[in-house]
């Protein structure tokens, strides 16, 4: 599906200073694929009754703004950006298997179809704007805990800057800096969102 003529590299430095508007053409874009994937991996049926694959990619996506938000990736390829987010969904999924056939949540036990019907189901598409909205908001609670340090290196992340160039600036190793600041974002991004 990729398409050369999206501009990934100014999409996600849109996304970065919080345009909602790009946040909202790149989920249109890859939508359709994130979400065949889900339903290709949501094989049981009595994970599907209580999982829905809107569910599972609006996480992916809420997951990949927030750490894009957060200056955690660099990506310029639309093919480079699709395989991240179906890897992202991927993970998601089993995940979700994981909770879902937990001992004490275990679907398999579930026996009424009408409780299934009754859970809500959590918006479409056609509301991307306002959880584009709610996206940034996430992103500025993460900042706000993030350490004078990681808030440095998320701020120049978002500048442009390199791992390397904010090694230098800030004499440290750019690789020991970057382990610590997706760390940070990982820690901080679960606390926010149970989907992270």
Request: aromatic share 8%; charged share 30%; with cysteine.
């Given at each position: ?144 805990q993030l350490s004078t340090q990681e808030f440095e290196i998320a701020t120049l992340r978002r500048q442009g800057f390199q791992w390397d160039e904010i090694g230098e600036q800030l ?22 969102t149970p989907w992270f």
């Amino acid at each position: 599906m990729a398409d050369e003529s999206i501009d990934i590299a100014e999409l996600i430095r849109q996304i970065r200073q919080g345009q909602p508007a790009a946040a909202e053409q790149l989920f249109r874009f890859y939508e359709p694929e994130i979400r065949a994937e889900i339903r290709y991996r949501l094989r049981s049926s009595a994970v599907r009754r209580v999982v829905d694959s809107q569910d599972i990619c609006q996480s992916v996506m809420i997951s990949f703004f927030l750490r894009v938000g957060a200056g955690q990736y660099e990506i310029a390829e639309p093919q480079e950006l699709l395989q991240l987010l179906l890897k992202i969904a991927r993970n998601k999924t089993n995940d979700a298997y994981r909770a879902q056939l937990a001992d004490k949540r275990d679907v398999r036990r579930v026996q009424s179809l009408d409780a299934a019907k009754e859970v809500g189901q959590r918006p479409g598409p056609e509301n991307v704007p306002a959880e584009a909205a709610e996206m940034t908001d996430l992103l500025e609670e993460l900042e706000r805990q993030l350490s004078t340090q990681e808030f440095e290196i998320a701020t120049l992340r978002r500048q442009g800057f390199q791992w390397d160039e904010i090694g230098e600036q800030l004499g440290e190793s750019p690789e020991a800096l970057r382990k610590r600041f997706h760390r940070a974002i990982e820690r901080i991004g679960r606390n926010l969102t149970p989907w992270f």
